[in-house]
């Protein structure tokens, strides 16, 4: 099924909301002790330049998400909790792979959510924390562990992660 005539199924049951969002490379390790590591295992069942469809497993949950095309920090994106059953069978049979794996913190900081990901298998050694925002031009402090930003640079979304890992740059 053409990813657009999908994307219009899940507009029927599915209320959208806006991804805005800012990414950074990681320095150090003190955003460890400011939150718990969460297990993610996550695969594309189709991507393409306007339309990418996601499955994600985060410890004992899993999740679908349907995300569209970006522009500047912010796009379209849907994202729903699925029985993890379902989650584990999509993802081994509907997904590509090398599947995505990291480990996830999750923490606020000065009233922002980050999370910050810790890339395993052939992204090891690549840690990037996104900031979660409320407009594109919401202003922002970074915490000390925050280095370099790579927003507009694709090679650091998970989606081209999962085709041209880390590991081969």
Known sequence: MPRKRLAVLFKGFCKMAV???RKFL???TDYRNLGTA??????????GPDCTFRIRVIDNRGFITIKGLT??????????EIPLEDANIMLNEFCGKPFIEKKRYTVKVNNLVWDV???EGLNNGLIIAEVH?????QKITKPS??????SGDPRYFNVNLARNPFCKW
């Open 71 to 80: 522009k500047g920090l912010s796009r379209p994106e849907f994202e729903y």
């Open 26 to 28: 990681v320095v150090g």
């Open 19 to 21: 991804e805005i969002e």
């Open 38 to 47: 969460l297990l993610c295992k996550q695969g594309y069942i189709s991507s």
């Open 117 to 119: 990901d810790e890339f």
């Open 145 to 150: 562990w925050v280095g370099t930003e790579v």
């Open 133 to 137: 925002l409320g407009s594109s031009e």
